[in-house]
């Protein structure tokens, strides 16, 4: 059976960004399923209209097509039983506050301190829509909002903290072995690492020695990942 994820890409096509499609990208290799990855653009809405909406991932299975990476996560868990849990407690439940913080909370924050490098990364067709909906989005000019990153990331590693009380606890946020709680955060971090050259972290911090590990994990996805 084939299996399908449909990932945000940029100009170079092996350069996928979204930190919603990363979540997924470690979550299948986590199961050691294989899949199929194919490039989508955000201007590309026709390519992905049989799922019903118009975001990545889409994540096609056999005849079972599911979007939105948290209820990906949950599907590959009941289907894929039989493979290493993403939720090692057997429910999902207890890291919808790390999907909801880390989406509320730590992704603006990235946002400032990256979005107007990712206009550099993106296929030219997505340029103009992509500066129109995200100059809306801040109000400003994307150049605007991140001029002051330096204070952002300051403002970001603050943030983190609750991270780092756990990890000085223990060596994955899913405890002794990474789980979906780990790929949720580390997706994030891998979305500005993708797309910028911009410290986020400070190189001595256990959340930078934790998202290192992340990244070597199977056979080093994300160390290995396209960058800008």
């Known amino acids: 059976m084939e299996r399908t994820l449909y990932e945000l890409a940029g100009k170079d096509k092996n350069l996928r960004f979204s930190p ?3 979540r997924i990208r470690f979550a299948l290799a986590h199961k050691d399923l294989e899949f199929a990855g194919v490039p989508w653009c955000f201007t590309d809405k026709a ?3 049989f799922s019903g909406q118009g975001k990545v991932p889409v994540f096609v299975d056999g005849d079972r097509v ?24 057997g429910s999902s439940a207890e890291v919808r506050f790390i999907n909801a913080w880390t989406d509320s909370i730590i992704n603006p ?21 992509f500066r129109q909906t995200r100059e809306t989005f801040f109000g400003k000019k994307l150049e605007e909002v991140t001029a002051n990153r330096d204070q952002t990331a300051l403002e970001f590693r603050r943030a983190l903290a609750p991270v780092r009380t756990v990890l000085k606890a223990q060596e994955w946020l899913g ?3 990474p789980s979906y709680a780990d790929y949720i955060l580390a997706g994030s971090l891998m979305w500005a690492r993708c797309v910028s050259l911009f410290e986020i972290l400070e190189e001595a911090d256990v959340v ?4 290192g590990r992340v990244r070597a994990l199977y ?9 800008a």
């Open 20 to 22: 919603y499609c990363w």
């Open 47 to 49: 390519m992905i209209e």
């Open 66 to 89: 599911i979007h939105e990476s948290f209820e990906i996560a949950n599907y590959l868990e009941e289907v894929y039983s039989d493979h290493p849990p993403l939720f090692p407690s």
């Open 109 to 129: 924050f990235l946002s400032r301190m990256v979005v107007s490098d990712i206009i550099k990364i993106l296929d030219p067709k997505d340029e103009a829509y």
């Open 175 to 177: 405890g002794e072995q």
């Open 208 to 211: 930078a020695e934790w998202f």
């Open 219 to 227: 056979g080093g996805i994300g160390e290995n990942a396209a960058r």
